[in-house]
């Protein structure tokens, strides 16, 4: 999954890998990784709701991953990106 957005005009992305389970985020050339495969929390999290924040460029940028209670792994999830406590992006994939 990809989500484009800016960063005070700086152009960004969220990007996951719904396989690996790797997430990162990247604004301008900078890349941040949010959650890596080799975590064995990646794999298996019982958590239904995940906060990840991260400050480029003085900016802080959420994103809050919500997914189902029931079979979490097998369904979609919602995932809301912020800056500056601003919604950028919402989207349900």
């Not at 800016?6 to 990784?33: C, H, I, K, Y």
């Not at 480029?56 to 979490?72: A, S």
């Amino acid at each position: 999954m990809q989500l484009t957005f800016d960063v005070a005009g700086t152009p960004a992305e969220f990007r996951r890998n719904r396989w690996t389970g790797r997430s990162e985020l990247q604004v301008g050339s900078d890349v941040m990784t949010l959650q890596s495969p080799l975590r064995l929390s990646t794999h298996f999290d019982f958590k239904t709701r995940t906060v990840r924040k991260r400050r480029p460029n003085e900016h802080e940028v959420e994103i809050v991953k919500v997914r189902p209670r029931v079979l979490g792994g097998m369904r979609s999830a919602s995932y809301t990106v912020s800056v500056d406590d601003t919604v950028v992006r919402d989207v349900h994939a």
